[in-house]
Each structure stands twice: as C-alpha cells, then as structure tokens.
C-alpha cells in the first residue's frame, strides 16, 4: 500500500496544519509521525477565520478530535473525549465491516465527562455566543467564527446526528465546509473514506514542539512556579528550541 501523501497546507504562523486524503486511522498514524495532531474544532474554525472562506481548509471538510456519543436512555453528546481517538484502528475497522463502535460502560463514562448534549437541531449562527453547544465546540471564539460564517452568506449551522441504538455507540464529527454550512456531522458510518484528516502542529514562534508532548511556555510557566523555580521558563524554552 502506498504511503499516504501529507499536504502541508498551512505554514506556520503560531500553528501549522497539515491534511492527508487517507482514512482515519491511516490518517491519524501518519500526521502523527510528522509531528501532527488531531485538530479539534476550535483550531478548526480558528484557521478558518485566519486563512479565510476561499481557503482550501475552509472550502474542504475534515474529521476532528470530538465525537459525538450515543448512549439509550441518556441521549446524545458532543465530546472533546472521544473513544476513537485512543482506538482509531478498531473503530475504523468497524466502519470498513459496516458496523457501529460499541463502547463499554468505562469509556461512555469517561468520555461522557465535560460532554455537551446534543438536540439535532441547527444552531443560528447569531446565537454562537449564547450557545452551549458552539462555545463547547469553538471555545471562546464561537461568536466570532459565527460572525465569520454569516459574512460567508451561511446563517445557521446545522447538526446532524445518527439514530439511536440498543447500545451505546461513538461516532466521530466530520467538520463540514462552507459550502456544507459548516456543519458539525456526527452521523456518518465513515471513518474508513479517504475524505480527509486534518492535524496540527504548534510552531516554535508560540510553543515548544517536539515530536511527543506539546507545552505551551504559559503552562511550562505556570509548572515552574509550582515546583518552585520562578523566572526560569524564558530560558528552559530557549534552551530546548537549540534541540530541533
């Protein structure tokens, strides 16, 4: 099998990002070994507004970090703690047998932690900034992003949701393009397209990025002076930028 192409499409300037035409575990695996990570949603609409609505990132859809959580009796959520993430291959492989990914009762605990509940309903984007559902999924710039949209002629953003099952079930969101009204689509069985997966990668201008964990110097920071060695992170990310 050919090894997938990684497109560098966005230079650095504070985060660079990078697309492969694969699917989701190949995906995932390759942006990876380049130093790349999932995007989630708020990055998402961040390079979206920062590149622009004729951007190929804005123009084209994506696969992001967050899921979107089935669970009877309960309902239905928008997690930054999806299961696939950590089990991209077995979840992958389950869309390429045309079966759902059935969760046990840890992982819906775990990844129903912090998660937002979903209606299916289609969420105006005037509204971004007084809904739970966008500011969990953008963040502090969800009226922004709304803002943006709406200047792209696109006034709501739609949800779409699969139905319910007898068990609880993960799918991940495919984070739509302009041209889709940037819809957050939690429905589809897909992981196994070669559609396209997004990653990102801090740059050094705003952080210290390694091939493994990323820090940020506020969080190295605040680390330091915790430990008891004020004063010194300016130094330790000078220091471990000469290790690139």
């Not at 005037?126 to 739970?132: A, H, L």
Request: charged share 25%.
């Amino acid at each position: 099998m050919a090894k997938p192409q990684i497109n560098v499409d966005i230079k650095p300037r504070g985060t660079a990002s990078a697309y492969v035409a694969t699917s989701f575990d190949e995906g995932k695996e390759a942006l990876a070994k380049e130093g790349y990570r999932i995007i989630s949603l708020q990055e998402n609409a961040r390079l979206r507004m920062q590149e622009g609505k004729d951007a190929f990132v804005s123009q084209n859809g994506n696969w992001t970090r967050e899921g979107v959580l089935y669970v009877p009796g309960k309902g239905k959520y928008l997690t930054k703690n999806s299961p696939i993430m950590a089990n991209a291959k077995q979840a992958t492989d389950c869309h390429r047998k045309g079966e759902d990914f059935y969760l046990t009762a840890e992982q819906v605990e775990q990844s129903l932690d912090g998660a937002v509940e979903l209606t299916g309903k289609s969420i105006p984007t005037n509204g971004f900034g007084s809904s739970d559902i966008a500011v969990y999924a953008f963040g502090e710039e969800a009226q922004k992003y709304g803002d943006f949209l709406k200047e792209a002629k696109i006034t709501e953003m739609p949800v779409y949701l699969a139905s319910m099952e007898n068990k609880p079930f993960a799918r991940q969101i495919w984070f739509r393009s302009l041209g889709g009204w940037s819809e957050l689509y939690g429905d589809g069985r897909l992981l196994d397209s070669d559609y396209g997966v997004r990653g990102v990668q801090d740059s050094a201008e705003g952080t210290v990025a390694k091939k493994g964990e990323v820090y940020t110097p506020a969080q190295m920071e605040k680390a330091l002076k915790e430990l008891g060695f004020p004063g010194v992170s300016k130094g330790l990310v000078e220091k471990l930028r000469t290790f690139n």
